[in-house]
């Protein structure tokens, strides 16, 4: 993990001041950010958390005396363009190491959370995210944070508990004053939190019925003592109720407890323990506290809107931006991204030749005329990402299945309906998944690409529990199959990795060699 983390720091800072100029929405971000340093009031249609962020590395930025030997004063005031990246730059390399730590939280299993690690450090997207002035990236790091202390606090007791629970409800707070869609990172736990406590009614509905049902197999046997049908004969004719667990000794039911412990089983199953006035003062009053309290800062700046007000000024923003490629040529329906059908370029300009300097400001030439193509691409690493789908899919087949042989099992033979450690992981997967995806479809305006980022980390960990799968299977094609998807994936990276850094490329190497479709570019 430390060879991971090393490989996504170097990633993100080499060659992090090649474009002096603002990068996409580094004309707003930067700027903003800017702003807070120089007291000048603005608007921005999100919450202020990130631009904070940014401007906090600015001002430290300033105050080193490397990396200033080119400058610029596009954000409003002379500066390096390492002064406004760099701490996205660092910030961004501590992804992989969280999703790396949910998925080691949620099985214990350090080949899933090396694997898991790894994915996140090949993709393209968070790379050209963390390499700019932009925000996207700290809804995903706060809102994964949120979920990594979760699943600390489900996994200690009693003080550890609620100091874990109440980090949880601040990082979740941080993610939703980025941007609002953080808000989806805490809709993944109330569902999992409501799905626990809807396996653990069943589980005592069916053992109740179990009771019951025993309580007629005593009766009928009290009454049939006398009679010819033999003792064997009775107890046999009701043999599927000998396999509930109500029929295990108290050594019996021992063991298998301190089975489980010596399992480690996933903390997910303690959900349960977290009662409803725990869940709204962690997960519910603390987030908005912190939320509330990040926006004093912004208010006392800008002050011609209040609290209420400014929300309704962003609340507008967004319902008048409209959805069309006439508002963004870019523009992209939710339900295209898991096949990345139109990334965005970031940043794109053409040379004559490698000798010339990188054009940062005005047109690019007519085409056909420069030879040598600078393109930033948000874009993630394709294989990465269909794999990701495709392993998604696998595992919510999985989870119907899984659910459907419960059923049966439970209609035939009132067992017990607890989940296994597996399924709970899947459940965690598909769940925040489906959390930071479905609700983009009922958004009316203009979608962009990167909005897909806070669901595709866990296309991330779908398709690392694949692999893991794979790798630890006792079939060698098996086995093949998940080592040859790693290095598939691995190699996709080092192929495109020169439109996530905007590396120099002839017209043949960036289209068709690298830009495979007609909606990529």
Same mark, same amino acid.
């Given at each position: 993990?430390?060879?991971?983390?090393?490989?996504? *720091? +170097?990633?993100?800072?080499?060659?992090?001041?090649?474009? @002096?100029?603002?990068?996409?929405?580094? %004309?707003?971000?930067?700027?903003?950010?800017?702003?807070?340093?120089?007291?000048?009031? !603005?608007?921005?249609?999100?919450?202020?958390?990130?631009?904070? /962020?940014?401007?906090?590395?600015?001002?430290?930025?300033?105050?080193?005396?490397?990396?200033?030997?080119?400058?610029?004063?596009?954000?409003?005031? %002379?500066?390096?363009?390492?002064?406004?990246?760099?701490?996205?730059?660092?910030?961004?390399?501590?992804?992989?190491?969280?999703?790396?730590?949910?998925?080691?939280?949620?099985?214990?299993?350090?080949?899933?959370?090396?694997? $898991?690690?790894?994915?996140?450090?090949?993709?393209?997207?968070?790379?050209?995210?963390?390499?700019?002035?932009?925000?996207?990236?700290?809804?995903?790091?706060?809102?994964?944070?949120?979920?990594?202390?979760?699943?600390?606090?489900?996994?200690?007791?009693? /003080?550890?508990?609620?100091?874990?629970? %109440?980090?949880?409800?601040?990082?979740?707070?941080?993610?939703?004053?980025?941007?609002? @869609?953080?808000?989806?990172?805490?809709?993944?736990? =109330?569902?999992?939190?409501?799905? +626990?406590?809807?396996?653990?009614?069943?589980?005592?509905?069916?053992?109740?019925?179990?009771?019951?049902?025993?309580?007629?197999?005593?009766?009928?046997?009290? =009454?049939?003592?006398?009679?010819?049908?033999?003792?064997?004969?009775?107890?046999?004719?009701?043999?599927?109720?000998?396999?509930?667990?109500?029929?295990?000794?108290?050594?019996?039911? &021992?063991?298998?407890?301190?089975?489980?412990?010596?399992? &480690?089983?996933?903390?997910?199953?303690?959900?349960?323990?977290?009662?409803? !006035?725990?869940?709204? !003062? !962690?997960?519910?009053?603390? #987030?908005?506290?912190?939320?509330?309290?990040?926006? /004093?800062?912004?208010?006392?700046?800008?002050?011609?809107?209040?609290?209420?007000?400014?929300? &309704?000024?962003? *609340?507008?923003?967004?319902?008048?931006?409209?959805?069309?490629? &006439?508002?963004?040529?870019?523009?992209?329906?939710?339900?295209?991204?898991?096949?990345?059908?139109?990334?965005?370029?970031?940043?794109?300009?053409?040379?004559?030749?490698?000798?010339?300097?990188?054009?940062?400001?005005? #047109?690019?030439?007519?085409?056909?005329?420069?030879?040598?193509? =600078?393109?930033?691409?948000?874009?993630?690493?394709?294989?990465?990402?269909?794999?990701?789908?495709?392993?998604?899919?696998?595992?919510?087949?999985?989870?119907?299945?899984?659910? +459907?042989?419960?059923?049966?099992?439970?209609?035939?033979?009132?067992?017990?309906?607890?989940?296994?450690?597996?399924?709970?992981?899947?459940?965690?997967?598909?769940?925040?998944?489906?959390?930071?995806?479905? #609700?983009?479809?009922?958004?009316?305006?203009?979608?962009?690409?990167?909005?897909?980022?806070?669901?595709?980390?866990?296309?991330?960990?779908? /398709?690392?529990?694949?692999?893991?799968?794979?790798?630890?299977?006792?079939?060698?094609?098996?086995? $093949?199959?998940?080592?040859?998807?790693?290095? *598939?994936?691995?190699?996709?990276?080092?192929?495109?990795?020169?439109?996530?850094?905007?590396?120099?490329?002839?017209?043949?190497?960036?289209?068709?060699?690298?830009?495979?479709?007609?909606?990529?570019?």
């Amino acid at each position: 993990m430390a060879s991971v983390f090393l490989l996504s *720091l +170097a990633l993100r800072f080499w060659g992090l001041g090649r474009f @002096n100029t603002l990068v996409f929405d580094e %004309v707003y971000y930067a700027k903003f950010g800017n702003n807070y340093l120089t007291n000048t009031p !603005f608007f921005d249609g999100h919450p202020p958390l990130g631009k904070y /962020i940014i401007a906090i590395g600015i001002w430290i930025g300033n105050q080193i005396p490397f990396f200033q030997n080119q400058v610029n004063g596009l954000t409003g005031s %002379v500066m390096s363009p390492i002064s406004y990246r760099w701490i996205n730059a660092f910030s961004g390399s501590w992804i992989p190491v969280i999703v790396a730590a949910i998925a080691y939280q949620i099985s214990y299993r350090r080949s899933f959370a090396l694997l $898991a690690g790894l994915f996140a450090a090949c993709d393209g997207i968070f790379i050209v995210e963390s390499r700019y002035a932009l925000i996207n990236q700290y809804i995903v790091i706060f809102g994964l944070l949120g979920q990594l202390f979760l699943l600390l606090a489900l996994a200690s007791q009693r /003080i550890w508990r609620s100091f874990w629970l %109440v980090l949880s409800g601040v990082a979740f707070g941080a993610s939703c004053a980025t941007k609002w @869609n953080g808000l989806w990172f805490l809709l993944g736990a =109330y569902l999992l939190w409501i799905i +626990a406590w809807g396996n653990q009614w069943l589980q005592s509905f069916h053992l109740s019925k179990v009771e019951s049902d025993r309580q007629h197999q005593d009766e009928f046997l009290s =009454y049939s003592s006398n009679s010819p049908v033999s003792k064997e004969s009775s107890q046999s004719f009701f043999l599927p109720l000998s396999f509930t667990p109500l029929s295990l000794s108290k050594r019996q039911t &021992k063991y298998i407890i301190n089975n489980r412990i010596e399992d &480690k089983s996933t903390p997910l199953k303690k959900l349960t323990q977290l009662n409803i !006035f725990q869940i709204v !003062f !962690f997960l519910g009053i603390i #987030p908005a506290t912190i939320y509330s309290l990040i926006w /004093i800062p912004h208010l006392q700046l800008d002050t011609r809107y209040g609290f209420v007000e400014v929300h &309704k000024q962003i *609340l507008g923003f967004h319902e008048r931006l409209g959805n069309s490629s &006439k508002i963004h040529p870019y523009c992209s329906a939710w339900y295209t991204w898991p096949f990345m059908i139109r990334p965005m370029a970031y940043f794109y300009q053409t040379v004559t030749s490698l000798k010339n300097p990188i054009p940062v400001i005005g #047109p690019s030439l007519p085409a056909g005329t420069g030879k040598i193509v =600078y393109d930033v691409h948000a874009m993630g690493n394709p294989f990465l990402w269909w794999f990701g789908a495709a392993a998604l899919l696998f595992l919510l087949g999985v989870l119907i299945r899984q659910f +459907a042989k419960l059923w049966i099992r439970q209609k035939r033979f009132f067992l017990s309906a607890e989940l296994s450690n597996e399924t709970w992981i899947i459940l965690y997967i598909v769940v925040n998944y489906a959390a930071n995806l479905l #609700p983009w479809a009922k958004v009316n305006r203009c979608l962009f690409i990167y909005h897909y980022m806070t669901a595709v980390v866990f296309a991330f960990l779908a /398709i690392a529990w694949l692999v893991d799968r794979c790798i630890r299977s006792y079939h060698t094609q098996i086995r $093949a199959i998940g080592v040859t998807l790693t290095f *598939l994936i691995m190699i996709a990276f080092v192929f495109w990795m020169p439109i996530y850094l905007g590396l120099p490329l002839s017209n043949f190497e960036y289209r068709p060699m690298r830009m495979w479709f007609n909606s990529w570019i």
